[in-house]
């Protein structure tokens, strides 16, 4: 079972327990399952909108709308993480295609590479997770949307399947592709720099 | 074994997705090919780096803004629940007053126009012949009877018949015999 869900029996108690109480109507409990789920959801579209964090705050605002909304048919016991990812994912993909933000990984390689030119500057482990983030943000949003909840949120393949709405096989051929793509884009940088 | 197809398992092996087969054959491959061992070194350091972003703090004022930005925009409830009982207790307090003024009409009823009480005078005796006349009551309808009544105790009537032929003396005597008309 992948790390993200709820653990243990206490916790999986009460957070049945602010389902219920949320479904009454009560405010407070809705708060707190807000507060329960708040960082994946917002690191999940933080990620996958390219670290526009006001784009990223705007979705996680709809995901939780989303949630208040379908919060009659949520049963205790249900894996509300995966449902949640998923809703998150689903946003976060309609917002990219709304803005026709994509842009192919292999046209970002040669625009971010060159402005690593400085041959005498060492590869710090700072500007590795920038190379990184940035070709993260390069890459077909499919693709990212399997690393991030795969290789960040360390969700495992079948579950990423099921949020995405794929088959495993497709996921596994999406992250090899993507791990790929990430290398090769890194090790440019690192070279140019 | 092509290094090309290695990468590609290099690349799953990284986070576990490689079946024991496959994870025992690129082993095998790793072991005598240098650049496919540096390219599974580069993709554990990567997936170490993509798992590090997970740890990353974001100010816990964006997250006070997203959830206040959520309840805002929700319906309250509790306004909801407020505003109906508002109006319930609005509803109750005009009713209480409307059937207090009912009431208070119904104590002093507007005072009753007493209606002339009639009496009918007995019919002017028409020339030589005295006529007596009575009035039998009229026959209820069936459909207007909800226990059959008992049937109208009729007038005894007694004629007697004089000499004269056009005299006729009439007596109505009700069951005790009490002379009703003459």
Redesign the interface.
């Known amino acids: 079972m992948w790390e993200l869900t709820l653990t243990t029996m206490s916790d999986k108690v009460v957070a049945d327990d602010l389902i219920l109480k949320a479904q009454a109507?009560d405010?407070e409990a809705?708060?707190q399952l807000?507060?329960l789920h708040?960082?994946r959801v917002?690191?999940t579209a933080?990620?996958l909108l390219n670290g526009n964090?006001a784009d990223a705050?705007d979705a996680?605002?709809t995901v939780?709308?989303r949630l208040?909304k379908h919060l009659p048919g949520i049963r205790a016991g249900e894996n509300l993480a995966g449902w949640l990812f998923r809703v998150t994912a689903n946003v976060c993909l309609d917002e990219l295609k709304r803005k026709s933000s994509l842009v192919p990984l292999d046209d970002g390689v040669n625009t971010i590479a060159a402005s690593h030119a400085d041959p005498e500057r060492q590869f710090s482990d700072a500007e590795?997770?920038a190379a990184?983030?940035e070709g993260l943000s390069l890459l077909p949003a499919k693709e990212r949307a399997a690393?991030v909840l795969?290789?960040?949120?360390?969700i495992d393949?079948e579950e990423v399947a099921r949020i995405l709405g794929s088959s495993p096989a497709t996921v596994?051929s999406q992250?090899?592709s993507a791990?790929?793509k990430?290398?090769v884009f890194?090790?440019r940088v690192r070279r140019r720099s | 074994m092509n290094c090309d197809f290695v990468e590609r398992w290099a690349a799953l092996a990284a986070s576990n997705d490689l079946g024991e087969h496959e994870q025992t054959e690129l082993a095998a491959h790793l072991d005598h090919c240098e650049s496919c061992r540096d390219a599974a070194a580069e993709f554990s350091r990567m997936e170490a780096d993509l798992a590090a972003l997970k740890a990353e703090l974001v100010d816990p004022a964006v997250y006070v803004a997203i959830r206040q930005g959520v309840l805002d925009r929700i319906p309250n409830r509790t306004n909801w629940r407020m505003a109906a009982a508002l109006g319930l207790a609005a509803a109750l307090i005009l009713m209480t007053v409307v059937l207090w003024r009912d009431r208070h009409r119904q104590v002093a009823p507007p005072p009753v126009q007493p209606h002339p009480l009639r009496v009918s005078a007995p019919p002017p005796v028409q020339g030589d012949v005295p006529v007596i006349v009575g009035h039998l009551a009229k026959p209820v309808p069936a459909r207007h009877r909800g226990k059959p009544n008992p049937p109208p105790e009729r007038p005894l009537v007694v004629k007697l018949l004089t000499d004269d032929p056009d005299v006729v003396i009439i007596w109505l005597v009700d069951k005790d015999e009490k002379e009703i008309a003459r």
């Open positions: 109507g405010r809705f708060d807000m507060r708040e960082r917002l690191a933080l990620r964090l705050q996680a605002q939780f709308l208040h590795r997770r990184l983030l690393v795969r290789d960040i949120e360390g393949t596994r992250l090899c791990r790929s990430l290398r890194i090790s």
